[in-house]
């Protein structure tokens, strides 16, 4: 069952309910205040009558023209003996008159149903001397009060069935403009599957709900970001392929030439054992690092602890200086600078910054570590040849070099950058970059400091 029509038949389920129950209680009030005014019509009656002289005194109360004056067309006033004869009479319904006498020498009132029509009464003892010697009784018929009830009930009836009709188209008009968007966002699922295409949804000039706005919004960014991991990973691909290319061109092209002539020249064989044994360094190189980029775009990569950033720091400093023999300077303007985050990937991280400026830089290179306002700020200089200013942006995209050529003869593959971009990244970090031409490059990152 769709959404629109289980919103419009569960309106219509709560609607019809309230109405029963409204309809039943505003028929029950109405009987109530009216059967109420009715009695009290009555009892005002009876007060009237035995006010007279003649009813008050007990003699004359056989008289013709007794009662007449208080007669009512839907009344009917009689005086009942001991002996349940009707002494006296006064009315004109058929149904009232019909009623049998029955005499009560006690005072009392009610209602009953005779012929599928509601009567009133009220039953007074008449005394004379003190003693009762007869007794009066005032009926009345709610003939024209049922007849009002009935229309009552019709009217209740077919504006309830009004309601009820304009519920289901409104409700189902709204659910339509509702469930509109969500139907545009199905449709368009649909035609990017059947085409391939990634397609956004638009904002129409109607105005649409906040939550349908965020809906679509929400859908749209995700329609976005899938986009861009499409082209990103359209890119890889082409640049992986190209990248790869390279390496296995080379290794295929020496091994040729050592199936031809490296069995009787020695030279060739070596300078091919050379090319292929480097080559195949940089493909496993490169191989290595698209594997690690692959499992960064995993959001479970890191694993998150709480540790000191210094020690770190001076751990991958020293290891980085024993290994390329080159100074590396840390200096720490805090202490105990402690943050969250995956101590191995920090350091992986490290690595990468401080091997770009160990290849591209002659001159010692300082490392400062600070923290303020619960910022973690870790700086790398070097003194080296610089990024151009238009380059900066592109710096950390994959396989992206600023000099082709210096990275061929660096050994570089152009991943490093972009592994420590989505290292950052993954610690919800920033990285700055700022260069000069042949002054040095400092590369600034801040993390959120935990203690």
């Known amino acids: 069952m769709t959404l629109r029509k289980r919103f419009t038949l569960f309106t219509i389920f709560w609607l019809i309910l309230i109405l029963i129950f409204f309809n039943i209680f505003v028929y029950y009030y109405v009987i109530k205040i009216t059967t109420e005014s009715e009695e009290e019509i009555i009892s005002n009656k009876v007060k009237l009558i035995l006010e007279n002289p003649r009813i008050q005194s007990g003699r ?31 009315g004109s319904n058929a149904l009232l008159l019909e009623l049998p006498a029955e005499y009560s020498s006690y005072r009392n009132s009610g209602m009953y149903t005779k012929s599928g029509e509601r009567i009133i009464y009220s039953r ?37 069935g009004g309601a009820i009709l304009f519920a289901i188209f409104g409700t ?29 949804i638009e904002l129409g000039e109607r105005e649409e709900s906040a939550e349908l706005q965020q809906l679509i919004r929400a859908f749209n960014q995700m329609i976005d970001r899938l986009d861009r991991t499409y082209e990103r990973q359209k ?31 020695e030279n060739v064989r070596s300078e091919a054992i050379d090319a292929i044994a480097r080559e195949t360094t940089r493909l496993q190189t490169l191989t290595k690092s698209m594997l690690t980029l692959a499992e ?11 540790f000191d950033v210094i020690p770190v720091v001076d751990e991958i400093a020293t290891m980085m200086e024993t290994t390329f023999q080159r100074s590396i300077r840390v200096k ?31 001159d010692p290179i300082d490392i400062s570590i600070s923290h303020n306002k619960g910022i973690v700020r870790i700086e790398v200089k070097d003194k080296g ?6 380059e900066i942006p592109h710096l950390f995209e994959r396989f992206y070099r600023v000099d082709g050529a210096r990275a061929r003869t660096t050994g570089g593959v152009g991943l490093g950058l972009a592994i420590a971009k989505r290292i950052i990244d993954l610690h919800e970090g920033k990285v700055e970059v700022f260069s000069l031409h042949n002054i040095g490059t400092t590369i600034t990152l801040q993390f959120k400091q935990r203690k």
């Open 60 to 90: 004359g109360l056989n008289t013709a023209d007794l009662l007449n004056e208080y007669y009512n067309a839907n009344e009917m006033i009689r005086i009942i003996s001991p002996n349940n004869r009707v002494v006296n009479i006064t």
């Open 124 to 160: 007074i003892p008449l005394f004379e001397d003190g003693n009762v010697i007869a007794m009066m009784e005032v009926s009345r018929i709610l003939d024209e009060l049922d007849d009002y009830l009935q229309i009552l009930i019709a009217a209740l009836s077919v504006t309830s």
């Open 172 to 200: 189902y008009w709204f659910t339509s403009r509702l469930t509109e968007p969500i139907s545009q966002m199905v449709t368009t699922m649909r035609e990017i599957d059947r085409s391939g295409k990634l397609r956004k």
């Open 235 to 265: 890119f890889f691909v082409a640049d992986a392929s190209h990248e790869l290319k390279t390496p296995l061109t080379v290794i295929s092209s020496y091994a040729n030439i050592l199936k031809r002539w490296g069995a009787d020249d």
């Open 296 to 306: 960064a775009e995993q959001e479970d990569w890191l694993s998150l602890d709480t």
């Open 332 to 362: 720490a303007l805090s202490h105990n600078v402690k943050m969250v985050g995956d101590k191995d990937k920090i350091q992986q991280l490290l690595v990468i910054l401080i091997d770009n400026a160990i290849k591209y830089s002659k």
């Open 385 to 390: 040849i610089g990024i151009p200013e238009n």
